[in-house]
């Protein structure tokens, strides 16, 4: 397989341009039509996952995705985007699943990899990235804030972060660590608030 | 027998002897399940086939497979995809795969199950004209 998993992003594109989707909040609603339009059934296992996210399973009893049903909405959409690659290359095998535990196997790299493209495409967040005057290593927590609360991507920060390192708009390490993303929103929402009240009372910011 | 008729003995049996022979009163099952204590009556008496999700709680609750409730000629063998995905899954934490497992079982019953439950009771309605 190609190092840089070009034909999977390439896939995702194509994925993408079939379906209709021409924004990066790509909805559970979208990735249904998509899994009804190849007759892929969809359960919602209502029962408690330690790590497991969702499975694919096709077989004579038919293509199934079994998704995880307590997953918020972006871990939902980002999983099943993934479990869309595993139907439209991996059916050779069976079967698959999909937790913490086998993230670094090449074929669950390349979900990963599909998955992030279909939800946001890297020439997508170029362009974001260019319009928000950001250049290379200069992409900071509070970008991808900006970024995910602008678009309002279904893409999580996890997933930005991974491709903002990946395409060196941030250096190394420098995002993909954070894990207390939705503290940060929260914080640059209040210095948000607090600048724009302070601009239409004519306070001075120090 | 038929699938419904063994479900049912299967579901009565399951009760009666539920807690090492205790048993369990339809009423209490019931509100376990959260349904009215007449529908596990209709249940066991073969009136109404549960769904297959009420199989799998039923399943829980007694502590077996949701295969148990079909008879064993129509299970077969071991499944080639559910065993393909518990050997790539041996890695995983011993309750999620539990939860495969009970997962691919699901599946299985699913497909068992189609088309075979009886039509609901009742008036048939005419089309308005």
């Not at chain 1, 099943?80 to 937790?99: G, V």
Request: charged fraction near 30%; aromatic fraction near 10%.
């Amino acid at each position: 397989m190609n190092p840089d998993y070009y034909d999977l992003k390439k896939l995702a594109r194509q994925v993408r341009a079939e379906n209709g989707l021409t924004s990066t909040r790509v909805l559970q609603t979208d990735l249904r039509r998509i899994y009804f339009k190849h007759g892929i059934e969809i359960d919602y296992w209502p029962y408690r996952f330690r790590n497991l996210r969702g499975a694919f399973i096709c077989d004579r009893f038919g293509t199934t995705v079994m998704l995880a049903q307590n997953l918020p909405q972006d871990p939902m959409v980002f999983t099943m985007a993934h479990e869309l690659k595993h139907f439209l290359t991996d059916r050779d095998l069976q079967a698959s699943f999909c937790d913490l535990s086998n993230i670094n196997r090449e074929i669950e790299i390349g979900a990963e990899i599909f998955a992030s493209e279909l939800l946001f495409p890297d020439h997508s967040f170029v362009e974001q990235m260019q319009s928000l005057g950001i250049k290379r290593r200069q992409c900071t927590p509070e970008t991808l804030v900006k970024l995910k609360q602008q678009t309002k991507t279904t893409l999580s920060y996890a997933g930005l972060a991974i491709k903002a390192e990946r395409l060196r708009y941030a250096p190394v390490g420098s995002v993909t660590k954070i894990r207390t993303w939705r503290k940060l929103e929260k914080l640059y929402n209040r210095q948000l608030a607090y600048w724009k009240s302070s601009r239409a009372t004519g306070c001075a910011i120090y | 027998m038929k699938l419904i008729d063994h479900v049912a003995a299967q579901i009565r049996e399951l009760r009666t002897t539920y807690n090492s022979g205790e048993g369990m009163s339809q009423e209490a099952l019931a509100r376990q399940l959260n349904v009215a204590p007449n529908t596990v009556s209709r249940w066991e008496t073969g009136l109404y086939l549960p769904s297959v999700s009420d199989l799998e709680r039923l399943a829980r609750i007694f502590g077996v497979s949701i295969v148990s409730f079909f008879p064993s000629d129509k299970v077969g063998g071991e499944d080639e995809a559910l065993l393909s995905l518990l050997r790539t899954a041996s890695q995983l934490h011993p309750e999620d795969l539990e939860e495969l497992r009970r997962y691919a079982e699901f599946r299985k019953a699913r497909r068992m199950y189609e088309g075979k439950s009886r039509p609901k009771a009742g008036r048939k309605r005419s089309r308005p004209k």
